[in-house]
């Protein structure tokens, strides 16, 4: 049997409208999943990432590493109604 190293993939969550915890596999284009809580995202991105491998294979985005986030505010802009 051979082993391998294992994979890191990073996975950006955020909690939508309706209260639900998605997740997004950056290293792995369209690979998403929601869950009601985070115990149960961490589990079903788990599985997305093992289903998304056996379909796609490993075939990685170019060396990706994330480094942060970083939140940025910027004055809102509100529409002039009826300026020209």
Do not use: N
Not at 22 to 37: F, R
Not at 41 to 69: D, T
Request: aromatic share 8%; net charge negative.
């Amino acid at each position: 049997m051979e082993w391998c190293a294992p994979l890191r993939f990073s996975v950006v969550i955020e909690k939508d409208e309706d209260g639900f915890y998605v997740a997004s596999v950056q290293e792995l284009p369209g690979c998403h999943t929601q869950a009601k809580t985070l115990d149960e995202l961490m589990k079903r991105v788990r599985e997305a990432i093992e289903l998304y491998l056996e379909v796609e294979g490993v075939k990685l985005e170019a060396a990706r590493q994330l480094v942060g986030v970083q939140f940025i505010e910027v004055p809102s802009v509100e529409s002039k109604a009826g300026s020209s």
